[in-house]
């Protein structure tokens, strides 16, 4: 058991550019999440699959945001046309729906995005 | 809709000193609750989970008991050291979902 894994761990870029955000969940995880935290907050939920299929979504996803996960493995999240209050941290979970530790989830380190 | 309160900090303790967090939920269902943990520079950790009332999650010496005449879930230490210094968030996961619901998280600083 590696732990979720992201990459990268951080990323600085220009508003307006577009950003791509990868997590590796844990590898028998089906459940993959993305939350958002900003300083001082805590983790806000911005989506959520279940092995490939998008389940839910935030009202908090703007239409700038995008996730995928395709085959039900990794996920990506992209930023298009980024802006100031998109800087955040970006943090993905996986967790499990069966088993004696159902729906725990299990955080990775997170990506810090900076929009400049 | 579903929210988590937590005591605002900083928390400054001395060691060895007893340790409560305070966390107040509201929830339309039944839900999980737990505390996770994030030490400087690092991700959230889960540090114990309650699933019913009256359940009692531990865990290094961490308590939480989930009271649902109070809807309370408290975190509790009897003897912190430096080492706990460290951002701890109180969360819940409402019955019929997936989803975590988090408080705004209670930094702990403790002094040698």
């Known amino acids: 058991d590696t732990g979720v894994s992201q990459d990268p761990r951080h990323k600085i870029t220009k508003r307006g550019q577009n950003v791509t955000f990868r997590c590796d969940p844990i590898?028998?995880?089906?459940?993959l999440y993305w939350y958002r935290q900003t300083l001082g907050q805590g983790p806000e939920f911005l989506t959520y699959?279940?092995?490939?299929?998008?389940?839910?979504k935030s009202r908090l996803l703007s239409d700038r945001f995008s996730a995928e996960r395709p085959k039900g493995s990794f996920s990506t999240l992209e930023i298009q046309r980024t802006e100031q209050g998109d800087s955040a941290m970006y943090l993905c979970?996986?967790?499990?729906?069966?088993?004696?530790?159902?729906?725990?989830?299990?955080f990775g380190p997170g990506t810090r995005l900076t929009v400049l | 809709g579903d929210s988590v309160t937590q005591m605002e900090g900083p928390v400054t303790l001395s060691e060895e000193a007893f340790l409560t967090i305070n966390c107040t939920y509201t929830a339309t269902g039944y839900p999980s609750l737990f505390w996770y943990v994030q030490y400087p520079g690092e991700g959230l950790q889960l540090l114990l989970k309650?699933?019913?009332?009256?359940d009692k999650g531990s865990n290094k010496g961490f308590e939480a008991t989930y009271r649902k005449e109070t809807t309370s879930f408290h975190l509790e230490k009897g003897s912190v050291q430096v080492s706990d210094s460290a951002v701890y968030f109180c969360a819940l996961r409402d019955s019929g979902y997936s989803t975590l619901t988090f408080g705004k998280g209670t930094m702990l600083l403790v002094s040698p």
């Open positions: 979970a996986s967790s499990s729906s069966s088993g004696t530790s159902t729906d725990t989830q299990y």
């Open positions: 309650a699933t019913k009332a009256d």
């Open positions: 699959f279940q092995n490939e299929a998008q389940l839910e």
């Open positions: 590898s028998e995880h089906n459940r």
